[in-house]
C-alpha cells in the first residue's frame, strides 16, 4: 500500500507569510493528489485537485505542485482564516490521506 | 448537502448501522465514500462505492466487519458497522466522489456523526 507522508506535523508561522507544506508518497501516483483544508469542528474542504488544480471557490493564494512522489501545497499572504490543519489525499487506487499538517500562529 | 445519522454510544462486539442522506445534486451519478476521524487525530478513508454499487472498497482495518451499500431511489448511502472496537470510535463523514466509478476525490463532505464504542 502506498503510505502518504506530510511534513512538518505542525508549523508555526504569522500572518502575511508565505509556507510551504510537503506531502510525499511512497510510490508514485502521478498527479493524483489533493489537499484539503480543516477547521476545528468543520468537515474538511477540498482545496486542491490533480496536484495543482484549484477547486471552486479558493482563493489564488494557496497553490499546488509536484507530480511522481514529491508534493507541495503553498500558502501565500497568509489569512487569519488559514491557520487549520492540511491533509494530502492520493486517489489513485483506493484512496488514502496523509497525516496532516497543522497551521499554528 | 450530505446528512449523516446513526451514530451513537455502543458497546464493543455490537453494531451500528449509519446512514447518509443526499440532496441538492444527482445522489446517483456519483461515487460515495465513508471517512473517518478519530477524537483529536487525522483522516481515514473507511470505504467506497460506485454510483451503481458495482465497485467497492475498504480500509484493512474494517475489511470483514463493514458494509457500505447505497440506495439511489432514496437518495442515501448505509454503513452497517459489524464487531465494533474502541478504536472504531470516530466521527463519521461521508463524502462524495467526483465521479461516478469512484475513486478520485470527495469535492463534498456531511458534518459527520460520532460514533463511541466502549464498555
Known amino acids: 500500500e502506498i503510505v502518504m507522508t506530510q511534513s512538518p506535523a505542525t508549523l508555526s508561522v504569522s500572518p502575511g507569510e508565505r509556507v510551504t507544506l510537503s506531502c510525499r508518497a511512497s510510490?508514485?501516483?502521478?498527479?493524483?493528489l489533493a489537499w484539503y483544508q480543516q477547521k476545528p469542528g468543520q468537515a474538511p474542504r477540498l482545496l486542491i485537485y490533480?496536484?495543482?488544480a484549484r477547486a471552486t471557490g479558493i482563493p489564488a493564494r494557496f497553490s499546488g505542485s509536484g507530480s511522481g512522489t514529491e508534493f507541495t501545497l503553498s500558502i501565500r499572504s497568509l489569512q487569519s482564516e488559514d491557520f487549520a490543519v492540511y491533509y494530502c489525499?492520493?486517489?489513485?487506487?483506493?484512496?488514502?490521506f496523509g497525516q496532516g499538517t497543522r497551521l499554528e500562529i | 448537502q450530505l446528512v449523516e445519522s446513526g451514530g451513537g454510544f455502543v458497546q464493543p462486539g455490537r453494531s451500528l448501522r449509519l446512514s447518509c442522506v443526499g440532496s441538492?445534486?444527482?445522489?446517483?451519478?456519483?461515487?460515495m465514500h465513508w471517512v473517518r476521524q478519530a477524537p483529536g487525530k487525522g483522516l481515514e478513508w473507511v470505504s467506497g462505492?460506485?454510483?451503481?454499487?458495482?465497485?467497492?472498497g475498504y480500509a484493512d482495518s474494517v475489511k470483514g466487519r463493514f458494509t457500505i451499500s447505497r440506495d439511489n431511489a432514496r437518495n442515501t448511502l448505509f454503513l452497517q458497522m459489524n464487531s465494533l472496537t474502541p478504536e472504531d470510535t470516530a466521527f463519521y463523514y461521508c463524502?462524495?466522489?467526483?465521479?461516478?466509478?469512484?475513486?478520485?476525490?470527495?469535492?463534498?463532505w456531511g458534518q459527520g456523526t460520532l460514533v463511541t464504542v466502549s464498555s
Open positions: 489525499q492520493r486517489y489513485n487506487n483506493w484512496p488514502s
Open positions: 441538492g445534486f444527482a445522489f446517483d451519478d456519483y461515487a
Open positions: 462505492i460506485s454510483w451503481n454499487g458495482d465497485i467497492i
Open positions: 490533480g496536484a495543482s
Open positions: 510510490e508514485t501516483i502521478r498527479n493524483s
Open positions: 463524502a462524495k466522489d467526483v465521479v461516478g466509478p469512484g475513486p478520485f476525490y470527495f469535492d463534498f
